[in-house]
Nanobody
Framework: QVQLVESGGGLVQAGGSLRLSCAAS????????MGWYHQAPGKERELVAH???????KYEDSVKGRFTISRDNAKNTVYLQMNSLKPEDTAVYYC???????????WGQGTQVTVSS
């Protein structure tokens, strides 16, 4: 099993920054990919960014140039640096890990990001 705990969400004004953290525990060696998804009320959960075991990254078009995903293997933690935040970024942000040979998806509890105009 993999457990994911997010932190770092909050309320910020447009143009501001936040850094989300996701700490992984359990069967960490099984993780292939980690990423961040967001979900606004009434909308589907969508990929924001992910990072693979070899360090390759992918970003949703709307966040390119503003968000950066990174990892600290020593701390078993993935980060999402969110700059130049916009009101439309407001959503619950979920940490995701894909682990094992299947693979299986694991999710954090979510952290609320609210950007005021």
């Amino acid at each position: 099993q993999v457990q994911l705990v997010e932190s770092g969400g909050g309320l910020v004004q447009a143009g501001g920054s936040l850094r989300l953290s996701c700490a992984a525990s359990g069967s960490i060696f099984r993780i292939n990919v980690m990423g961040w998804y967001h979900q606004a009320p009434g909308k589907e959960r969508e990929l924001v960014a992910h990072i693979t075991n070899d360090g390759s990254t992918k970003y949703e078009d709307s966040v390119k140039g503003r968000f950066t995903i990174s990892r600290d293997n020593a701390k078993n933690t993935v980060y999402l640096q969110m700059n130049s935040l916009k009101p439309e970024d407001t959503a619950v942000y979920y940490c995701n890990a894909k682990a094992g040979v299947f693979p299986i998806d694991y999710w954090g509890q979510g952290t609320q990001v609210t950007v005021s105009s």
